[in-house]
Nanobody, 123 residues
């Protein structure tokens, strides 16, 4: 089993920055792919960024490319999401996700979820 705990969500003005952190514990050696999803009420959970744990190879949804950066610190079992030039459409609950296999943008393939951290971007 793996436990994921997110932190770093906040309210920020348009154009601002936030850094989200996901701390993993438990059987982290079994994990191969990590990522962040976001969700707003009434909409499906959307994959935002994903990363291969061993290589650091990353993927991003088009709407955040050039603004968001996902990274992993395997020594600390942490996956981070640095978010710059935030827009109102980035508002949502951000969930850390992990799995033994690749799941990019497919929430049904995720094995473990965090409880989420709220990001609100206002004008």
């Amino acid at each position: 089993q793996v436990q994921l705990v997110e932190s770093g969500g906040d309210s920020v003005q348009v154009g601002g920055s936030l850094s989200l952190i996901c701390s993993a514990s438990g059987d982290t050696q079994s994990l191969n792919y990590l990522g962040w999803f976001r969700q707003v009420p009434g909409k499906e959970r959307e994959g935002v960024a994903g990363i291969i744990k061993a290589t650091g190879s990353s993927q991003y949804v088009d709407s955040v490319k050039g603004r968001f950066t996902i990274s992993v610190d395997n020594s600390k079992n942490i996956v981070m999401l640095e978010m710059n030039n935030l827009k109102t459409e980035d508002t949502g609950m951000y969930y850390c996700a992990a799995a033994r296999t690749w799941f990019w943008r497919s929430p049904q393939l995720v094995h473990y979820w965090g409880h989420g951290t709220q990001v609100t971007v206002y004008e």
